[in-house]
């Protein structure tokens, strides 16, 4: 959700009241609530015009929605049963509806790192990496810090070669950690496993733990270590954007972020930014950023990450491509 979004969401929920605005924020996820308590935070006195503005955008998003059926499970069930017949609908039903139930899991989301460590340290690797794929890769990082090394490398290697958990075994996971947690709302259910998913968590991880990791993982499985870096992007990365993905970059990042996050970058990266802007906007950035006094380097590196989130989902969607490219060509 943009910053405009979580504004009108701000706006909404203090507009219904207490009690409604409780039961919307058992259906989110804890950066969600974080950011929309933030921004509730921030909002000392709104415009009346700007409230009935939400309020009808809300009533328009409303009218648009339609509930097909009842219970979607029920229907996807006994839909299946009468095609296929219970035994092929039954596995077909674990493919399509594994790990709805992720209570125990999901729970953990709203821990902080490093109780979620003491509670894992003693697990079998392969648990722990079954249960940091469902958490937040920032999140899954800092877990991963408070890991001894050797086990924070081994899970790291599971992570990087699972492709998925079986329906039951999930099931019994989620079981387990039920049992030693309070429960928990059921929240969106993060991707599972494979390389992609270790590079964006060694992403967070910091130089020092990320080389040490992917090197422990280089002297089990060289091809695999190289396959996790090729999908690693790091600030210093966007020198390798063509021009046309950076001015796609650009249009998406407010000004405040960029100039701090380009407070820590080398001066060629900051000259490849002003290259792909207008000479004005260009001149403009370079005054704001030698005006800008000291800035904390956690604040530039928060910056900067918030960024990558920006070109990881250009990426995703298919607006830009990353690196070389591999053996696409254009034709």
């Known amino acids: 959700m943009d910053d405009a979004g979580l504004e009108q969401a701000a706006i909404l929920l ?106 894992l340290k003693n697990e079998h690797p392969q648990i722990v990496a079954s249960i940091l794929v469902h958490l937040e890769r920032d999140h899954a990082s800092e877990v991963l810090k408070s890991l001894p090394e050797r086990m924070r490398n081994d899970v790291l290697l599971r992570i990087a070669t699972l492709d998925g958990i079986q329906p039951q075994a999930l099931q019994e996971l989620n079981e387990v950690l039920s049992k030693v947690l309070a429960g928990g709302e059921k929240l969106k ?46 600030f210093e990365n966007l020198m390798d954007l063509d021009d046309r993905a950076i001015q796609l970059l650009l249009r998406e990042v407010q000004s405040e972020s960029l100039i701090v996050a380009l407070k820590g970058a080398d001066p060629a990266l900051r000259e490849k930014i002003f290259k792909n802007m207008s000479n004005r906007a260009a001149e403009m950035l370079r005054e704001d950023l030698e005006a800008k006094g000291p800035v904390r380097l956690s604040e530039v590196e928060a910056e900067q990450r918030e960024i990558l989130k920006i070109v990881r989902r250009l990426a995703d969607e298919g607006q830009i491509q990353l690196g070389s490219g591999g053996d696409d060509e254009y034709v």
Not at 204 to 231: K, M
Request: aromatic fraction near 6%.
């Open 14 to 119: 203090m507009t219904v009241g207490e009690e409604q605005a409780a039961e919307v924020f058992k259906y989110l996820s804890p950066k969600e609530v974080q950011k929309l308590g933030e921004t509730m935070a921030r909002l000392k006195t709104v415009p009346r015009e700007r409230v009935d503005q939400v309020l009808r955008n809300f009533n328009k998003a409303k009218d648009e929605q339609y509930s097909l059926v009842g219970d979607t499970d029920a229907f996807i069930s006994q839909v299946l049963k009468r095609a296929l017949g219970d035994e092929k609908a039954g596995m077909l039903l674990d493919r399509i509806l594994q790990g709805r139930d992720v209570s125990g899991i999901e729970s953990l989301k709203w821990m902080d790192p490093g109780s979620i460590a003491e509670l």
């Open 189 to 234: 259910k993060a991707t599972l496993g494979g390389t992609k998913a270790t590079a964006e968590i060694l992403n967070f991880l910091g130089s020092q733990l990320e080389t040490a990791a992917v090197e422990s993982i280089r002297e089990h499985d060289p091809d695999l270590a190289q396959r996790i870096l090729d999908q690693m992007f790091v």
